[in-house]
């Protein structure tokens, strides 16, 4: 695996983001996806597509009982979703800052959710949540082999050291 300076072993890590049906609406893919291009994060693997209430309760499966779900469920299929697997040393926790609190009146300024939402039940963009949790979900909405492995072609300006 990859070694940093020090030469410990430098954990690779891949997380599932996804723009919701707001945020589509809304043009924000771009300065969302820009976020994690900046952060120095490779994306391995993209697609826009319509949601099935299928993988989304199998995505939500702990949701399911919740009373907000079906609301949920008509906001999370009203439109097109970008979904990405994103790559890096410790990018599900780093993800999950960079997108803020689940309730976007929580969330810290500079986070995506404080800077482009104030609704819980419209907060623009969904991250993993745990490395468990990350390989579930990246398996149900990707196969396998629509993710690419590509290799940095300067190692020295990114993180990838
Ligand atoms: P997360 O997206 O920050 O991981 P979860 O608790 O897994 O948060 O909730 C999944 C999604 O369900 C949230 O992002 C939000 O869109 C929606 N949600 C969560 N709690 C509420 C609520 O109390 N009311 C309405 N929608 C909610």
Redesign the pocket.
């Known amino acids: 695996g990859h070694r940093n300076k020090s030469d410990a072993p430098c954990v690779k890590e891949r997380t599932l983001i996804a723009v ?1 049906p707001d945020g589509v609406q809304r043009r924000l893919v771009g300065q969302i996806i820009h976020r994690f291009e900046r952060r120095g994060f490779k994306l391995v693997g993209l697609k826009l597509l319509q949601v099935s209430k299928d993988l989304l309760s199998q995505h ?1 499966c ?2 399911t009982k ?4 079906p ?2 469920v008509d ?2 299929t009203s439109g097109p979703v970008v979904a990405m697997v994103w790559e890096g040393p410790n990018i599900v926790q780093t993800s ?1 800052m960079m ?1 803020g ?3 976007p009146s929580e969330a810290q300024t500079g986070t995506i ?1 404080a800077d482009f939402c104030f ?5 623009v ?5 745990s490395t468990e949790g990350a390989q579930r979900e990246i398996r149900l909405w990707f196969d396998g082999q629509d993710l690419l492995s590509w290799d940095c072609i300067d190692k020295s300006v990114t993180s990838e050291l």
């Open positions: 919701k939500y702990q949701l919740k009373p907000f779900y609301d949920l906001y999370m999950r997108v609190h689940t309730n959710r609704h819980v039940s419209r907060n963009v969904h991250a993993s949540d």
